[in-house]
């Protein structure tokens, strides 16, 4: 299983690695991800560009109206924080397509797929002696998500490096007990541009 | 320098994810796991610790999880607490119980295992504090089974049995269904309510001595009514719109697993398969502990009628075992009676 899930990561990563490949990511991003909203955690996000190409479109009047698109690779690394329940880490590389206005107004969706670590705190355990003792506790899951962004690009308008984006996710581990766990995850970040595409 | 700081802070907080205490006081509020054959069960107890009585909760199912209504104490068990603590756990399989399991781990031995570590957890976090065990519905299969099973439950003080569901014969249930139909037809008819409904009941009853077909099992049921409808009680409430928020914003609650996902049905079905065509009551003659039976009259999932052939087939002296029939309740009897229900169990456990 844990075999599988490597080549698959290796593949996605492979994928970037073709082409006018730099380590740099084009965004570097920040975000607040709360576990049902108000369970706290963050994440910190590497955003690579694998493609951007224009749509063009003529509205009713005959006018021509431009939306840039976007295929993405996004190396996230995170956490959460689950008072009582888990502390979990994660590792999630997504794959995006998105677009955006000529005001920067931009919408995303995308999926990932990846690893959980959990830690699990005040447990305890009875040993074969019958004591009872304090143990450390966690497990290892794979891990998916599929999400919709909504956002706005101050770039595209005002050539500010800045980003702002709302991302609710439904997310997964698995296996599970005794098959999946869901999370709901509602990520407020912002995303800094360290490089054009 | 922004962004180093962000990852300190996260790995902060998951090292400092507080601690719990295990205090002996008046109004405790302690979550932890149990970690059994690399599963990790969640533990709450809550109330008073200090009375060193801690009464284990073995909810309904199977399949069900329990913490969530814990958490706004959706059982009305709040005037226990304030006497006595009170343990709460996702069972196997349930709620918000982790880790990574073969499915063939849900079994009823290993049920077995899971609630004497817990009782050993307790035991030793607590100070060994006298433990009793509550359950309800098919809670108390799994209870009668632990108690009949470890010979070591002796530290086991007292069992509280709430309408508990030990025969899981469907045939011989609804023997127990057809009694309980005529009983409460007879009852009606002697307070003069509604004669002519309950006498055409009787008629039924008489002309269908064994009920088996889905059709004679709809007419049965439309004598009594659902719960609510017309002579059996609700069943527990759902939950106030104030308080699933609660549970999903607030809590040490991950509402998913215990609502949005197959683990109930799978874990529902395993332990159905297991116990399907059993019953425990033949085997009661081996309790000795001091025992609460607490039934509720219109309970038309257990009928009485059955929780009292359970009472009586309950080895302990009787002196030591009870039988409590409440006029005002169905299945879930502190749903529909909590303070009667919360007076009988304190003073159970008070004596014990």
Request: proline content about 4%; overall charge negative.
């Amino acid at each position: 299983m844990m075999r599988k899930f490597i080549f698959v990561l290796f593949v996605i990563l492979s994928t970037s690695t073709m082409g006018q490949f730099s380590i740099i990511p084009h965004n570097i991003g920040i975000s607040y991800l709360g576990e049902t909203v108000t369970h706290p955690g963050g994440k910190i996000s590497l955003m690579y560009n694998l493609a951007q190409w224009n749509k063009v479109k003529k509205s009713k009047r005959g006018l021509a109206k431009t939306k840039r698109r976007n295929t993405t690779l996004n190396l996230n690394f995170g956490g959460l924080y689950h008072q009582r329940y888990q502390t979990a880490l994660f590792f999630l590389p997504e794959i995006e397509f998105s677009q955006s206005n000529k005001k920067g107004w931009h919408w995303a969706t995308g999926i990932g797929v990846g690893y959980m670590r959990t830690i699990i705190k005040n447990t305890y355990e009875v040993q074969d002696d019958g004591s009872v003792e304090a143990v450390n506790s966690g497990h290892n899951y794979g891990m998916t998500n599929i999400y919709f962004t909504y956002g706005k690009d101050l770039y595209i308008q005002n050539k500010k490096r800045w980003r702002f984006f709302l991302k609710p996710q439904f997310a997964i581990a698995f296996p599970n007990f005794p098959a999946v766990t869901g999370y709901f995850l509602m990520e407020a970040g912002i995303a800094y541009k360290l490089r054009q595409f | 320098m922004r962004i180093s700081a962000y990852i300190f802070l996260l790995i902060g907080l998951t090292l400092i994810s507080c601690e719990e205490n295990f205090l002996l006081e008046e109004n405790t509020n302690t979550q932890f796991n149990v970690r059994i054959n690399d599963v990790e069960l969640p533990v709450l107890v809550r109330g008073n610790t200090a009375s060193k009585k801690i009464i284990l909760f073995v909810n309904d199912g199977p399949g069900l999880p329990i913490l969530d209504h814990a958490h706004i104490d959706l059982m009305n068990f709040k005037d226990i607490e304030s006497s006595f603590a009170i343990a709460y756990f996702d069972q196997r399989g349930t709620g918000n119980a982790q880790g990574v399991i073969n499915k063939g781990s849900l079994t009823l031995k290993q049920y077995n295992e899971d609630i004497f570590d817990i009782i050993r957890v307790l035991e030793a976090k607590y100070d060994q504090p006298d433990i009793f065990i509550m359950s309800h519905g098919f809670g108390s299969y799994l209870s009668s089974f632990f108690l009949l099973s470890y010979e070591d439950s002796n530290s086991v003080k007292g069992w509280i049995n709430l309408d508990g569901n030990l025969l899981i014969q469907e045939s011989t249930v609804w023997e127990y269904k057809h009694t309980f139909l005529v009983n409460i037809a007879v009852e009606e008819i002697g307070l003069g309510n509604n004669i002519a409904h309950w006498t055409d009941a009787l008629d039924w009853s008489a002309n269908n001595p064994t009920i088996s077909k889905q059709a004679q099992k709809d007419q049965w049921r439309s004598y009594l009514g659902n719960p609510s409808e017309f002579i059996i009680p609700s069943e527990q409430r759902d939950l106030l719109t104030r308080e699933a928020f609660d549970i999903i914003f607030t809590s040490s609650y991950n509402p998913f697993p215990a609502l949005w996902s197959r683990n109930y049905k799978i874990t529902a079905e395993r332990i159905s398969e297991e116990v399907n065509g059993t019953n425990l009551i033949p085997e009661l003659s081996h309790l000795t502990l001091p025992t609460l039976n607490i039934w509720g009259r219109y309970d038309d999932i257990i009928p009485p009628e059955l929780g009292e052939d359970i009472y009586d087939a309950i080895g302990t002296p009787s002196a030591d075992k009870y039988f409590e029939v409440l006029l005002n309740s169905g299945h879930q009897p502190f749903e529909n009676e909590p303070s009667l229900v919360s007076q009988k169990v304190v003073d159970f456990v008070g004596k014990y």
